[in-house]
């Protein structure tokens, strides 16, 4: 169960605006076209000031990070990050925004460790970062440690980069990078090929895994265009023995139309997946209870969703979302850890 005073972690999605194109991006259908239910929104800062955190006194980091959207996009990006001055932060971007006069003046912050995701070299990283600028990205990370900003490189190896691995280490570490690190994307999802299509659906190219990844389609033994999970749900227990990694941890997300969620899985619900929010729905009884805008962040956690509801269908009739990110038996987090075993390159 969640209590506020215990709550260590909170990760926050603050906007669903982006300035770039990845293909499996969950933002996008398979066009590469925003999805439909997606609304492109900012968090509230009303909602951000209002959150209790001297109340919280076991918490110790925010991370804004970008399900939907880039967070260096929100407007007010830089009066939220002085309410969280007295906390650690960690930021997930892209990194081809802002200019650099305003990454040198984010280096101020000492508490901020900012990753960025950076997945190729200049002939290679804007195939999956489209509509992003490798040598701008390079650019403000240079301004941002150059001027005593933490950084971390983060590296999605595909098949058309991973022959760039040894290059992209020598860069981190001239840049100045505290670590670069690397991972294998999880959304081959219904074979090992993702299209890429322009403006007018034609196609451009195909991105494909890394030639040593295992990818979570071929893991669930399924058939070539099917989606993963129907293999995946009619695996024998697949269902229990389910422990919720982010209430273990004490960790809480908040979503960008102020919703609090149990984790950031959950936060597919707001667009694309109507089937697995109305499961959520029927779990929790009431999906507007836990909006911020209605609701205070401390009434929520300390409601019947958060200290019951929760906790109870983990155990008896668990979330799709919970067994596709954390049956031990087969899931995306079970593969992931074994994959950083294998990726500490």
């Known amino acids: 169960m969640w209590q506020i005073s215990s709550i260590n972690e909170i990760m926050m999605e603050i906007t669903t605006h982006c300035n770039a194109k990845c293909p499996q991006c969950g933002r996008f259908d398979i066009f590469g076209e925003v999805l439909k239910d997606l609304q492109i929104q900012n968090l509230s800062l009303d909602i951000i000031k209002k959150l209790p955190i001297e109340k919280m006194t076991n918490l110790e980091k925010i991370i804004f990070n970008g399900n939907y959207g880039e967070p260096l996009m929100h407007p007010d990006i830089d009066e939220i990050l002085e309410r969280f001055k007295d ?31 950076i997945d190729g070299l200049e ?68 074979n090992n090929k993702f299209n890429v299509y322009d403006e007018k659906k034609e196609l451009l190219y195909i991105l494909e ?42 960790k809480i997300f908040i979503s960008t139309g102020g919703f609090v969620l149990p984790c950031c899985h959950m936060v597919n619900i707001m667009a694309g997946k109507p089937i697995y929010k109305k499961l959520y729905e029927k779990i929790i009884k009431s999906y507007e209870n836990t909006n911020l805008n209605y609701y205070s962040f401390e ?17 008896n009739k668990p979330h799709p979302n919970c067994i596709e990110h954390c049956s031990p038996i087969l899931s995306k ?10 990726l500490n390159i």
């Open 123 to 190: 002939n290679t990283h804007h195939l999956y970062r489209r509509n992003t600028d490798f040598n701008k990205i390079i650019q403000n990370a240079k301004a941002y440690i150059g001027n005593g900003g933490e950084a971390k490189w983060q590296y999605i190896i595909f098949k058309h980069n991973e022959n760039q691995i040894d290059e992209a280490k020598k860069l981190s570490k001239s840049i100045g990078f505290k670590k670069i690190f690397f991972k294998y994307s999880d959304r081959f999802l219904k």
């Open 209 to 250: 895994p890394a030639q040593k990844q295992k990818t979570i389609h071929e893991y669930s033994e399924s058939k070539e265009n099917i989606f993963y999970t129907k293999n995946l749900f009619k695996i024998k227990n697949i269902d229990q023995e389910i422990s919720c990694p982010w209430a273990k941890n004490k």
């Open 87 to 117: 906390k650690k932060i960690q930021i997930s971007t892209n990194g081809s925004i802002r200019n650099i006069e305003w990454w040198k003046k984010l280096s101020n912050f000492k508490n901020i460790d900012v990753i960025f995701a």
């Open 333 to 342: 987090n079970k593969i992931r850890d074994d994959e950083r075993k294998v």
């Open 299 to 315: 009434d929520i956690i300390n409601s019947d969703i958060f200290q019951k509801l929760l906790p109870e269908s983990i155990k």
